[in-house]
């Protein structure tokens, strides 16, 4: 009984906070992983749509942030129309990006040359409404643009992810600092198993969940089985 | 070689570059020529048949390049690329192109792009190289070295400036300037003032008879961005219109702001498809507004179509599912704008084995290609733009290295797949006859993984240096 009251309450505050957020909690629109897991700890059951979602890389990949790239497209991969990909200087390799699932034909580059102008046409795309999704590669989020362009993502309703990715290893303490991103995402590679015959195994990625509003920070260590992983399209797995 | 006639002597006026080789000059008379060359190919020179190509030459310009363009009679036409050069991706890209473009129509060109008219034509007819790109105030002090006939002089000022002793332009600049005024008058002065950007020289620019144009004059001039973007609305809303009866699209906009002190601001966007909608114009031209800058103020705005094409009414689709596939040519149209047209593209698969030359990019409007790469291997995330030489201890001829050194960090590496061999592509060049890559896939102690090859077989040194690359990283 006193549960149940309790459940009530916590779902009206949870409408009111929603409410005070600026729009009804009940029309967040999610884009579940399919990984139970994870879903299981979003809040809504996945990630919301019409939001900014930051995703950094560890170790090495915060350079190259080959394997944040990799998860992005996983990701809108599963949206619908255009996605809008902005880059300071191009070096996806595009036959890795189809091969977790997002078709050549449906990503736009934008190669803006530098990080402001990359800012800018996120924002740009951000505002549009008529993308599936929105990746931009960014060192630099300040808590102000972030914040535009989580603006613009609850307006047009279209799913924005952040890739950060650093010159140096010593500038991804940058991380740190606060944004406005609804979900904030680290990628680490993990050594795969061993296998029984000489070869690389399947890959494995500790994905840890650093920020997230309205649920706790957790930690997914390869939870993108082999399975999940195939609905996911996430990467290659051998 | 062309012939012209000057009272009674007949004298060479054009020549091409085998006459010139031979010893011939222009200004010789064609008897002395006809007598040192027996085979020689001679006919008339149509000045005016010229003069028009050129003005042909010029309005071509005018849809391609720039919005502002004249016939430099007799042998060139002016630009001013400033309201437009964004499109193509910069000023060096503008002049790449019109040397491309031309070289393509098979005429002969030389091109410079400098602060003044009188610089750009200095430059492009007596520099040494065709191509001449010159920093903001920097041209002053360079065609100071350029012979007299760079300055656009008549020839008989020329003639009587060498007799005194005047080569180049700094000479003339260094001299006294009323002593040459009382002698070959006003000139000469204003000329080089022109050169050096000290007096403003307008083009006046030459105009499409059936370009579609409309133009509001103000009576007392404006200069208030909001103002600005007031009229350019109401101006595309009669442009839209105009369109309409023709039935046509607009594919590119030049936006012409006439200032009172006799300048003209210029502004020109394009767009992927053919569009007509109001909004959306006027959204690509009010985004440049900042560009213009309106002076003591902006007498007359003009706004012409200067490409079209036609755009037939399609009918709405209205169906009870959402089209997925939004409309997102108004986005490509702004970004592009804002970018330029090389920023903004989409891959597609090419039928190659080599992981740098599998992919070509297209632009983002493009049909849907068929086809895609092969999706058995794995492929690295991030591919380098160039392979980078890594440090390894490796056993030959099928083992990947035992570790590697890359970027000053040394690596051990705990498994590895492969060698994936990659052949050159002999149809190609010859040099690709025998090249091989073997690529290998290796995962460190870590779990981060790349793609390295090694240059060659292993064993005869013909198919490559038998150096390994860092190509990719996987994520």
């Known amino acids: 009984m006193n549960q149940a009251i309790d ?64 998860f992005a497209a996983g990701i809108v991969a599963r949206t619908k129309g255009k996605v809008l990909w902005c880059v300071t200087r191009q070096d996806l390799f595009a036959p890795a990006i189809a091969q977790v699932g997002l078709s050549a034909n449906r990503v736009i580059y934008v190669e803006a040359g530098d990080e402001q102008s990359v800012l800018e046409a996120f924002e740009e795309g951000m505002r549009y409404g008529g993308l599936g999704g929105i990746v931009a590669e960014v060192a630099k989020l300040t808590m102000t643009a972030s914040r535009r362009l989580q603006l613009a993502a609850e307006t047009s309703g279209a799913i924005g992810i952040a890739i950060r990715r650093w010159r140096r290893q010593t500038e991804a303490a940058d991380f740190g600092q606060p944004t406005a991103a609804v979900t904030r995402w680290r990628i680490s590679s993990l050594p795969s198993r061993p296998l029984p015959v000489p070869g690389v195994g399947r890959a494995r990625w500790q994905v840890e969940l650093i920020r997230c509003r309205g649920a706790e920070a957790a930690d997914f260590v390869d939870a993108f089985g082999e399975a999940q992983r195939r609905r996911l399209k996430s990467p290659w797995c051998s | 070689m062309l012939v012209t006639r000057r009272g009674s002597r007949r004298e060479i006026a054009a020549l091409d570059h085998v006459a010139i080789s031979v010893g011939l000059r222009k200004g010789m008379p064609v008897s002395k020529a006809q007598a040192m060359i027996k085979s020689l190919h001679v006919s008339d020179l149509d000045a005016a048949g010229d003069r028009e190509a050129i003005e042909r030459l010029a309005l071509w310009a005018l849809q391609r390049f720039s919005p502002l363009v004249a016939a430099d009679q007799p042998d060139g036409i002016v630009m001013d690329i400033a309201g437009a050069d964004h499109l193509h991706g910069g000023e060096e890209m503008v002049l790449k192109k019109i040397l491309s473009q031309f070289k393509a129509a098979e005429l002969s060109r030389k091109a410079a792009l400098a602060d003044t008219w009188g610089q750009a034509h200095a430059l492009a007819r007596y520099h040494k190289h065709p191509a001449v790109l010159i920093e903001p105030g920097q041209g002053a002090s360079i065609i100071r070295d350029l012979p007299l006939p760079a300055l656009r002089l008549p020839e008989a000022t020329v003639a009587a400036l060498r007799t005194l002793g005047f080569e180049t332009i700094r000479d003339l600049a260094s001299a006294p300037r009323a002593t040459l005024t009382l002698r070959f008058g ?86 992927a498809l053919p569009i007509r909608d109001t909004k959306r114009l006027t959204r690509l031209l009010t985004d440049k507004i900042e560009k213009i800058d309106p002076g003591f103020g902006i007498e007359q705005l003009r706004l012409r179509a200067v490409q079209a094409e036609s755009l037939d009414p399609a009918q709405m689709i209205n169906s009870l599912v959402d089209d997925a596939d939004q409309d997102v040519a108004a986005l490509i149209d702004v970004l592009s704008n804002r970018m330029g047209q090389g920023a903004l593209y989409r891959f597609a698969p090419v039928a190659s084995d080599i992981p740098e030359r599998s992919f070509q990019k297209i632009p983002p409007l493009s049909e849907e290609t068929i086809g895609d790469w092969p999706s058995k291997w794995p492929r690295p995330t991030r591919l380098l733009p160039y392979p980078e030489p890594i440090e390894t201890m490796a056993l030959l001829p099928d083992h990947p290295p035992v570790w590697f050194t890359w970027r000053g960090v040394r690596r051990r590496i705990k498994a590895a797949d492969g060698p994936e061999r990659i052949f050159g592509e002999w149809w190609k060049t010859d040099f690709e006859i025998a090249a091989v890559r073997d690529y290998f896939r290796v995962e460190d102690e870590t779990g981060e993984r790349y793609w390295i090859y090694r240059s060659g077989d292993g064993v005869d040194p013909e198919t490559g240096s038998l150096k390994w690359y860092l190509h990719g990283v996987f994520g």
């Open chain 1, 7 to 70: 459940s009530a309450m916590i779902a009206e505050l949870r409408e009111k906070i929603g409410r005070l957020e600026g729009r009804p909690a009940s029309q967040r629109v999610v884009l579940p992983f399919g990984v139970d897991v994870i879903d299981r700890h979003l809040p809504g059951g996945g990630l919301s749509l019409g939001a900014l979602h930051e995703v950094a890389a560890g170790g090495n990949g915060a350079i190259d942030g080959a394997a944040a790239a990799l």
């Open chain 2, 186 to 271: 006003p000139e000469i002065g204003r000329r080089i003032d022109q050169a050096m950007g000290l007096v403003g020289e307008p083009i006046e620019p030459v105009e499409l008879p059936e370009i579609i144009e409309v133009a509001r004059p103000f009576g007392e001039p404006i200069g208030a961005a909001d103002t600005i973007a007031k009229y350019i609305r109401q101006l595309v809303e009669r442009l839209v219109s105009d369109l309409e009866k023709k039935g046509l699209g607009a594919r590119r906009l030049d936006l012409l702001a006439h200032r009172v002190d006799n300048t003209t601001v210029t502004v020109r966007v394009g767009t």
